[in-house]
């Protein structure tokens, strides 16, 4: 399958890949207005330019940006009015508006000078990126009025996974009595095992000691559906959770599959606790990793990769969720950024190098990837590697690859060192596994079948089933399954990665939702015009590109 990306098409669709789309959104700013240009004008000018009523559809969304960027709590205020009427913006321009909206209030802490109820019928909006707005931004306003219309919107069963895990945020971050007890009935009640879950960790973030103890007895309960280990991330993202959680378990009987569930959850963002280790580590039953790492046991273990390692088993260890080896390194262009490329590492790192990485990684962290972490004064706890820091705020990713944006007015502490990779994560693994992981590493680069190739192939994907685009099985199967997912774009949805050489392991798509029923929707980046060719080699599938559907 082949088309012509050429300069018209290109402007007018600009869905053919991201860097593809920034580039035609450059075109189109300078043919108007550029962002540059609204932000170097003041907020009051630019609010003057918007209530004159003289400002083209076109120039609407930079100008509401910037405002957004800068405004004052009455500018906001005007926004959210004019976005709620039903003559305010047009539709295009609301969810612009709305994003604005989240941002100033992530970002600033700026709440609009306006009714907040004026949001309220905007948390049910039949457009699911509108409705996402507005639910991010009732966690971020965290005014009570917000909790009834979310939990109707959590306990609706034709609720996508998305919109409920969303919205269950926001009930956690608004945390009053009648949060609450919204997401104690939703960790009871006969939702999904995600969203049990998801409303368990809530009530942890919370703040509300009560709240937090039944969700960890919910989480160690005999329902094996509920997944502990968001409950775990909840009580490390607070000041002295870490040691708090280790003092509540300490009495506790905790099996060993949920021993190591709760271990799982630590390295996923990026923590390694020595108490809280140590305590689940020996529940689990697991070998110290870093129990007698003599000179001669290094030398027995290279050896015996030499020996016994497969780099095919490798590429499937590396791959695997619980390790989350991709929410921080990216191979062959696709994955995490928060820590080194490793499509060639194998070129300059001899095993005992990578041996030692793993075992050890903050012994030899680069300026790049060094952790920063920030205690609020709210008492919560981020970390990440630094993307931008100025007198406004400060922006970190965390493990998980989340984007944070802190003021400096918010910051209580702020400590630098060591790295985001845990110490520990051989507990997960078997001495096969790991020697087949570093065997992978080893040979990423190399001449073979792990060489860095030039054939372009898709390695970015997200991942979708019916009940994250809001369809349900009958519906999702046909156009109106396809024509729903071309318009969204993927926020949201679970990443899967290609292989090295190129290909989509389905099965491990497929694992990642509920149904028979699959959506891949795969990043292509267009950079220069001209023709384009597509191949899919794999099961039957209808493939849809741009707007036109390939059999």
């Not at 907020?43 to 120039?59: I, N, T, V």
């Not at 009987?253 to 799982?264: F, S, T, V």
């Not at 497929?510 to 959506?519: I, K, N, Q």
Request: charged share 25%.
């Amino acid at each position: 399958m082949s088309g012509r990306v050429d300069g018209k098409s290109f402007l007018e669709r600009c869905r053919v890949g991201r860097r593809a789309a920034m580039i035609a959104t450059a075109i189109v700013a300078a043919l108007f207005v550029s962002v540059g240009e609204a932000r170097g004008q003041s907020a009051d000018a630019l609010m003057r330019l918007l209530r004159s009523g003289r400002l083209p559809a076109e120039r609407l969304g930079n100008v509401i940006d910037a405002i957004g960027n800068r405004g004052s709590a009455a500018d906001l205020g005007y926004l959210l009015e004019r976005a709620t009427e039903a003559d305010g913006f047009p539709a295009e321009v609301r969810l612009a508006t709305l994003e604005a909206l989240a941002e100033a209030a992530r970002s600033r802490g700026t709440v609009p000078e306006a009714e907040p109820t004026r949001l309220v019928g905007l948390l049910g909006d039949d457009d699911p990126a509108v409705r996402s707005a507005a639910v991010r931004i009732a966690g971020r306003w965290r005014d009570p009025s917000f909790v009834a219309p979310l939990a109707t919107l959590v306990a609706d069963p034709a609720t996508s996974e998305r919109s409920a895990a969303e919205g269950i945020e926001a009930l956690g971050a608004i945390g009053d009595a009648s949060a609450i007890e919204a997401l104690t009935a939703a960790m009871n009640g006969a939702a999904s095992p995600k969203r049990r879950t998801a409303a368990a960790a809530a009530l942890v973030a919370s703040g509300d000691e009560a709240a937090s103890l039944a969700a960890l007895d919910v989480a160690l309960g005999d329902d094996r559906s509920i997944d502990p280990a968001g409950v775990v991330q909840a009580f490390l993202a607070r000041q002295g959770g870490a040691e708090r959680l280790a003092s509540l378990l300490g009495d506790r009987a905790i099996d060993a599959e949920r021993a190591q569930l709760m271990l799982r959850g630590m390295y996923s963002i990026g923590r390694s606790d020595a108490a809280l280790v140590t305590l689940l580590t020996e529940r689990a039953g697991l070998e110290d990793a870093d129990a007698d790492w003599s000179a001669e046991k290094m030398a027995e273990t290279v050896a015996r990769i030499a020996e016994r390692g497969d780099a095919a088993r490798g590429e499937l260890v590396f791959r695997r969720r619980d390790l989350t080896c991709f929410n921080c390194h990216a191979l062959s262009g696709a994955g995490g950024a928060i820590g080194p490329d490793l499509s060639a590492v194998g070129n300059s790192s001899p095993p005992d190098y990578l041996i030692n990485a793993l075992l050890r990684p903050e012994q030899d962290v680069k300026e790049v990837y060094r952790m920063y972490r920030v205690l609020t004064i709210d008492g919560l706890l981020v970390a990440g590697v630094k993307l931008s820091e100025d007198d406004q705020s400060i922006v970190l990713k965390d493990a998980e690859g989340k984007t944070h944006v802190i003021p400096q007015e918010d910051i209580e502490d702020l400590v630098e060192g060591g790295s985001l990779m845990p110490r520990g994560l051989k507990v997960l693994m078997t001495d096969a596994e790991f020697d087949d992981l570093i065997a992978f590493l080893y040979a990423l680069g190399r001449p073979g079948d792990y060489a860095v190739r030039s054939r372009a192939t898709i390695q970015r994907w997200k991942v979708a089933g019916p009940n994250e685009v809001g369809l349900n099985a009958a519906t999702a199967r046909g156009d109106e399954g396809l024509d729903r997912v071309a318009t969204m774009a993927g926020e949201g949805w679970p990443s899967l990665y290609g292989q090295v050489a190129g290909g989509l392991p389905l099965a491990e798509a497929a694992a990642t939702v509920d149904g028979e029923t699959l959506f891949l929707r795969g990043e292509v980046d267009v950079v220069v015009a001209g023709e384009v060719a597509f191949a899919w080699t794999g099961p039957a599938a209808e493939v849809r590109i741009d707007d036109v559907v390939w059999q």
